[in-house]
Nanobody, 120 residues
Framework: QVQLVESGGGLVQAGGSLRLSCAAS????????MGWYRQAPGKQRELVAR???????NYADSVKGRFTVSRDNAKNTVYLQMSSLKPEDTAVYYC??????????????WGQGTQVTVSS
């Protein structure tokens, strides 16, 4: 069984910063790409940032220059540093990972989500 557990969400004023963390645990053989998605009320879930096992990254246009995704492969953890936050960044943020479990089959795993609220 593989689990992704997020932490670091909360309430922040516009212009502030937050750092999200997501740790993968369980029967993990290998982790490919990891990333962060978000879903605001009434909207579809969207990709925020993604990082491959080799460190290549891609970002949504709306967060480029403000958010930074990174990972610690030794800790099976991915981070999202969010700066210059805007009210439109308010959403539930979900961690995602392409993880091979004990059977060496890659599956898509999701965290439970963490709320980020940016006040104006």
């Amino acid at each position: 069984q593989v689990q992704l557990v997020e932490s670091g969400g909360g309430l922040v004023q516009a212009g502030g910063s937050l750092r999200l963390s997501c740790a993968a645990s369980g029967s993990i053989r290998s982790i490919n790409a990891m990333g962060w998605y978000r879903q605001a009320p009434g909207k579809q879930r969207e990709l925020v940032a993604r990082i491959t096992s080799g460190g290549s990254t891609n970002y949504a246009d709306s967060v480029k220059g403000r958010f930074t995704v990174s990972r610690d492969n030794a800790k099976n953890t991915v981070y999202l540093q969010m700066s210059s936050l805007k009210p439109e960044d308010t959403a539930v943020y979900y961690c995602n990972g392409q993880i091979a479990d004990g059977s060496w089959r890659y599956r898509n795993y999701w965290g439970q989500g963490t709320q980020v609220t940016v006040s104006s």
